[in-house]
């Protein structure tokens, strides 16, 4: 149920409708249809604050000051056949696997000097469309943080570079000790 104002002898009424087709007959029979054909247009043209620019846009009207996705290829990540894949009993295992080889921790992050283990994924260094026999290979999977991932989705981050992290263990000292040499 939505709320219609209906004009009725110059006062605006709250009432409740089911849709706008009962606007017609109950104007008609009162005479104020045009009152009302104004209001409803009034509605369309409503206009909202916009949190990019702060001005106000006509509702429907994309902000030219939006900011754009960082890669094509993060907006469809799990809109595909690749998605469904990943909603598999096997994946799910697979992907604790890798993580936990990883401790979890980011592992890219760990090269550059930083300890990420918040916003984690496991991410597939050769795609799944590119090849789909590596969908479950641990040596083409490596967890990555948010940020790394959406990097390495885009081909910021070298896949060989990638593929030699998922080969390795993760170096990290215990606190207190020296990392072996």
């Given at each position: 149920m939505s709320i219609c104002y209906i004009d009725i002898v110059g006062?605006?009424?709250?009432?409740q409708c089911r849709g706008?087709?009962?606007?017609?007959?109950?104007?008609?029979?009162?005479?104020?249809?045009?009152?009302?054909?104004?209001?409803?247009?009034?509605?369309?043209?409503?206009r909202r604050s916009c949190k990019y620019c702060g001005l106000t846009h006509d509702i429907g009207v994309i902000c030219p000051k939006k900011p754009k996705p960082v890669c094509a290829n993060t907006t469809n990540r799990h809109k595909s056949e690749a998605g469904d894949l990943r909603k598999?009993?096997?994946?799910?295992?697979?992907?604790?696997?890798?993580?936990?080889?990883?401790?979890?921790l980011c592992r890219y992050c760990l090269t550059q000097g930083r300890i990420t283990t918040q916003n984690l994924s496991v991410h597939h260094i050769v795609s799944i469309?590119?090849?789909?026999?590596?969908?479950?290979?641990s040596?083409?999977?490596?967890?990555?943080?948010?940020?790394?991932?959406d990097d390495a989705e885009c081909g910021k981050i070298d896949r060989d570079l990638l593929k030699n992290?998922?080969?390795?263990?993760?170096?990290?000292?215990?606190?207190g000790k020296a990392p072996k040499s």
């Open positions: 006062r605006m009424k709250r009432e706008h087709r009962h606007i017609t007959s109950f104007h008609q029979r009162r005479g104020t249809r045009s009152r009302t054909v104004s209001l409803l247009r009034e509605v369309k043209q409503m598999t009993y096997k994946w799910t295992q697979m992907s604790l696997d890798i993580r936990e080889r990883d401790k979890y469309k590119e090849n789909k026999k590596l969908w479950l290979d040596r083409n999977l490596i967890t990555l943080c948010d940020k790394c991932h992290l998922a080969a390795t263990e993760p170096n990290i000292a215990p606190l």
